[in-house]
């Protein structure tokens, strides 16, 4: 069962119960900026809160991700557990082709409209590299999620 921390879900493991990642894996990560979980085969990144990336920080979170994936594709699930910065060389590293690789898709799940807005600047000023969605709610971005589990990246 996927666990969004800040939504209540009923039942999530019933969209998600197809995704699959190779296993044996490490099902948990804790890094200074984010917590990757491993669970149902959807990666759930939880960026720290009061977060403050930079270049330097942001490819620390993906070569973190990379190796706590060890480079395998996977579909992303990424909330916060709270307000969350990034400069511009931050955004467009996150966006790249190389801050992107490994990533399938992914769906944000923003806590409240302020990081909705910011959310939706991001996408529509610099599109990921890869599918990427903002949902108000865990179920509806799992199900989104679940289209992409299939490709590879």
């Given at each position: 069962m996927v666990l969004c921390?800040?939504?209540?879900?009923?039942n999530p493991s019933r969209y998600i119960s197809n995704l699959l990642i190779p296993n044996p894996m490490k099902t948990e990560s804790d890094t200074p900026f984010v917590h990757f979980l491993l669970q149902d085969g959807l990666l759930i990144a939880t960026f720290?809160?009061?977060?403050?990336v930079d270049l330097a920080i942001a490819r620390q979170i993906v070569q973190s991700r990379l190796d706590f994936m060890?480079?395998?594709?996977?579909?992303?699930?990424?909330?916060?557990?709270?307000?969350?910065?990034?400069?511009?060389?931050?955004?467009?590293?996150?966006a790249s082709?190389?801050?992107?690789?490994?990533?399938?898709?992914?769906?944000?799940v923003p806590r409240n409209p302020f990081e909705?807005?910011?959310?939706?600047?991001?996408?529509?000023?610099?599109k990921p590299a890869m599918p990427t969605r903002i949902f108000a709610h865990c179920d509806s971005a799992i199900k989104w999620l679940r289209?992409?589990?299939?490709?590879?990246r």
């Open positions: 921390l800040h939504i209540n879900m009923e720290k809160k009061g977060l403050k060890e480079f395998k594709p996977v579909l992303t699930l990424i909330l916060s557990e709270g307000q969350v910065t990034m400069d511009k060389k931050a955004r467009d590293f996150l082709p190389e801050g992107t690789r490994g990533l399938i898709a992914a769906a944000m909705w807005a910011v959310g939706s600047i991001f996408l529509h000023i610099r289209k992409f589990v299939n490709e590879k």
